[in-house]
């Protein structure tokens, strides 16, 4: 992941300080609600100490009244900053939802193993955790010292009593934090070890299938689950076993209380309803730990999430709002460059550089493992450059913004992916739906008469909530998605690797079309009839320009029989590249 950009301000905590406004309503709504807790006790001390000694039956209604408008109001404020708290995570979504999303596109551009699910499963826990019951022991907490000290205004021997309880349950909290923090933390990565290989797995189901390659998958997902189980069980252990003598604790040290103010009443120390009352208002002081400790496993959880969203949104920022430049003609020049794949280390394109004007088409040919499919990424601006740069109309095409360019470049790559939705939508980009040219692109694309046999014609759905098509079928979908809308630009990367006789003749006629509308294209391609369909070739090996010119002369060196392989240096865009030895 990249590194985080210097000075820069957590996107995440500039979206909760937005929301600081109503953390400070649920601080004052938590003030009014742990203020009303005192009701209760002291209806129980005035029961006790003055209706059970005056037997008036008119002051225990008026009071019964009281208590009960208390605890409605109580209520109602606990019903308004829970609903404040949901709002809030609402909020949070909204404002990071978009993002992370982004976030999780550009990270798997950069890094395509990640794990692109994991981040919006932690917006989610971060939200569900702003939801639930444990923010609501922060609010209450600071009010536990306060409720102890009012027990030490009752009586000196019950706040020492409740002290030492606070400070039982305190220790206990921290030693369910140590116990339990590195346990849920390591789960938590093999666990998403796990499902992220269960991922790529399913995705090739076929290959695994057919090749009975399915055990040996199971037995390894299994190793990487069952050690997340393990670590999850000793930290589950651990939690229940401290919330065990938590709440065994909570119920002696409440026995004690009332113990202890039976012995100091029978002494005269005390009435009876300030022991009732003592035990009620230690009670409600010690409810925040031990909701704290019941609610930690969540709140461990809730803090792994924070950290990685905001590693994640620190790490792929906002873009910055860029001029808006004109639409691109389709010149393209490419400088110097070297590029190293996502994750590794060596160079798979070592300072190629080459120019076309716009209308102009290229086939760009090499052997297997070139590098090939790595400058049609450089070219359309999906993997940035080591260094060099890929300029389209003199624009880098990186820094180009994406939503500004894209609907001027086409791009085809070796895997088609077909998405969830209509025929249309996918062609169309998933964006607004222009019948005239969808039906036009489809047409580039000798697409249009297969789609009208299908049983919905444009409107049938495919992907993974429909029919399945055929691998010829995905590929002359995905070129009328990249023909879509009349690019400048257009990369097709082996767009003719499944099709038949019929579709590379549509293919052929596609180019042709391109061609009439000063399209520039660059075409990756094993087959060397489609290069008699192009202005000039490039012959890409080890990642270096062995020759680059116009069609005829590139097609005659490669027939050209020679003595000795030799690597040949690129030339000025435009020329063939001379051999190394030539002149010499």
């Keep these: 992941m990249p590194n985080r950009p210097a000075g820069a301000t957590s996107p995440l905590r500039q979206a909760l300080q937005k929301s600081a406004r109503a953390f400070a309503f649920v601080g004052v709504f938590s003030f009014f609600v742990n203020l009303l807790m005192l009701a209760s006790p002291i209806y129980m001390l005035q029961v006790y ?61 950069r890094s395509p193993a990640a794990n692109r699910s994991q981040s919006l499963r932690d917006l989610d826990n971060l939200r569900q955790f702003i939801t639930s019951q444990g923010p609501f022991a922060f609010f209450d907490a600071p009010w536990a010292p306060i409720f102890i000290a009012i027990v030490f205004v009752l009586h000196p021997m019950l706040g020492l009593v409740a002290l030492g309880g606070a400070v039982i349950l305190f220790v206990l909290a921290y030693l369910q934090e140590v116990s339990t923090k590195k346990p849920l933390s390591d789960a938590s990565g093999h666990a998403i070890r796990a499902a992220s290989f269960a991922e790529a797995s399913l995705k090739n189901s076929e290959v695994l299938a057919a090749m009975g390659m399915l055990p040996a998958i199971r037995r390894r997902w299994r190793t990487a689950h069952n050690k997340a189980l393990y670590l999850q069980a000793v930290a589950s252990d651990s939690a229940g076993t401290i919330s065990a003598f938590t709440k065994f604790f909570r119920l002696a040290i409440q026995s004690a209380i009332l113990g202890l103010g039976a012995f100091l009443a029978l002494e005269g120390q005390i009435t009876p309803g300030v022991m009732i009352a003592a035990s009620i208002i230690m009670g409600r002081g010690l409810a925040p730990v031990e909701q704290g ?55 798979t ?33 999906v993997w940035p450059p080591h260094s060099g740069s890929v300029r389209l109309d003199g624009a880098d095409v990186f820094a180009w913004k994406h939503e500004q360019l894209g609907p001027y470049i086409g791009y085809l790559p070796q895997d088609v992916e077909i998405f969830d939705g209509t ?85 052929v006629q596609g180019l042709a079309k391109l061609k009439e509308r000063q399209a520039t294209v660059v075409l990756i391609s094993h087959r060397p009839s489609i290069m008699n369909h192009v202005d000039k070739i490039l012959v890409l090996r080890d990642g270096i320009v062995e020759m680059f010119g116009p069609k005829q002369e590139v097609l005659s060196r490669l027939t050209r029989p020679v003595a000795q392989p030799q690597v040949q240096q690129a030339a000025a865009p435009g020329q063939i590249a001379p051999s190394a030895g030539k002149g010499a």
Aim: without cysteine; charged residues 20%; neutral net charge.
């Design 49 to 109: 100490d003055r209706v059970l000694t005056s037997r008036s039956e008119a002051t225990l209604l008026y009071l019964s009244l009281i208590i009960a408008g208390m605890m409605l109001v109580m209520a109602i404020l606990e019903v308004i900053r829970s609903r404040v708290l949901v709002r809030v995570s609402g909020r949070l979504d909204q404002a990071l939802g978009g993002r992370v999303f982004d976030s999780i596109f550009a990270l798997n551009l």
């Design 293 to 347: 400790i019941g609610s930690w496993k969540q709140f461990i959880n809730a803090r792994g999430s924070y950290a990685r969203l905001n590693d994640l949104l620190m790490a792929f920022g906002q873009e910055t709002e860029a001029m808006e430049l004109p639409p691109p003609k389709g010149n393209l020049t490419v400088e110097r460059v070297v590029a190293v794949p996502p994750g590794g280390t060596n160079p």
């Design 349 to 381: 394109i070592k300072g190629v550089s080459f120019a076309l004007a716009a209308g102009e088409s290229l086939a760009l040919v090499g052997p297997s493992a070139a590098g090939k499919s790595t400058l049609a990424r450089l070219l359309v601006g």
């Design 423 to 507: 025929i249309k939508d996918n062609i169309a980009r998933f964006g607004e739906v222009d019948p005239a040219k969808v039906v036009d692109a489809a047409q580039l694309a000798g697409v249009h008469d297969m789609i009208l046999r299908l049983p919905q014609g444009y409107d049938t759905l495919i992907g993974p909530g429909g029919i399945a098509l055929s691998g010829g079928q995905r590929q002359r979908i995905g070129l009328a998605r990249a023909v879509y809308g009349n690019p400048r630009f257009l990369v097709l990367d082996e767009p003719n690797s499944n099709l038949d006789s019929e579709g590379e003749a549509a293919l």
